[in-house]
Every structure is written in C-alpha cells, then in structure tokens.
C-alpha cells in the first residue's frame, strides 16, 4: 500500500509560482509512472501532468509551458514535484498526487491508469 502525501498549495494571484510536492511512503521512484491531477468544484478530475520511469513527461495543453513536473530521490524517499508558473485562475482547484501500479517509457492522462491517490492540496488562484 503506497501512500501519498502533497503539500505546497497556497493562494495566490494570477501570474504567481508554487510548486507542490508529493511524497511517497515506499521507495517507488522510477518504479511507476506517477501524475497529477486537479479537480475544481463542480467539475470532473483532470489530469495535469505525469511522468514515466525515464522521466518523459506529459502534459495538458491547458498547462503546457507553464506547469513542469519531475521527480527525484531523497533520503530514500521519492517526491514528485508540479512546478506552477505563471498561474491563471482557471487554475483555482484541488491538486493530487497519483501514482501507477507500474512503470513504463511513457505516461498517459487518464485517471483510471493510477492506483493510489493523496489527499490533496488547495490551490487558489485570484485574478
């Protein structure tokens, strides 16, 4: 049972930074694809951005250019990063952190393909 754990949401007004973090309780880096996604109120799940055990990322093409995400080892934990420039209020929306029961050389958007989930950090973008 992996768990997942995020931090780093904030309020914010349009055109600022955060970056999030997601930390897993097991050793998984580079051993499943991991994602994340955001859901506002009143609208469905969607994915943001993922990344797959070579570090390829995909991308949104609502965030494309302005969200990055990586991933890294430290002190045998593995963290996910969503680095978030330039941020709009369409942002506004609670961010999670995903992650597969599996690795591969490339990542997909789709909810179903990620097993364990975190809480969830807020996110508020006011213009």
């Known amino acids: 049972q992996v768990q997942l754990v995020e931090s780093g949401g904030d309020s914010v007004q349009a055109g600022g930074s955060l970056r999030l973090s997601c930390v897993a309780s097991?050793?998984?880096?580079?051993?499943?694809?991991m994602g994340w996604f955001r859901q506002a109120p009143g609208k469905e799940r969607e994915g943001v951005g993922c990344?797959?055990?070579?570090?390829?990322?995909?991308?949104a093409d609502s965030v494309k250019g302005r969200f990055t995400i990586s991933q890294d080892k430290d002190n045998g934990k593995h963290i996910l990063y969503l680095q978030m420039n330039n941020l709009k209020p369409e942002d506004t929306a609670m961010y999670y952190c995903?992650?597969?029961?599996?690795?591969?050389?490339?990542?997909?958007?789709?909810?179903?393909?990620?097993?364990?989930w975190g809480q969830g950090t807020q996110v508020s973008v006011s213009s």
């Open positions: 995903a992650a597969a029961t599996f690795s591969s050389y490339g990542c997909n958007l789709g909810s179903s393909s990620y097993y364990y």
């Open positions: 097991e050793d998984t880096y580079r051993r499943v694809n």
């Open positions: 990344i797959s055990r070579n570090d390829k990322p995909v991308y």
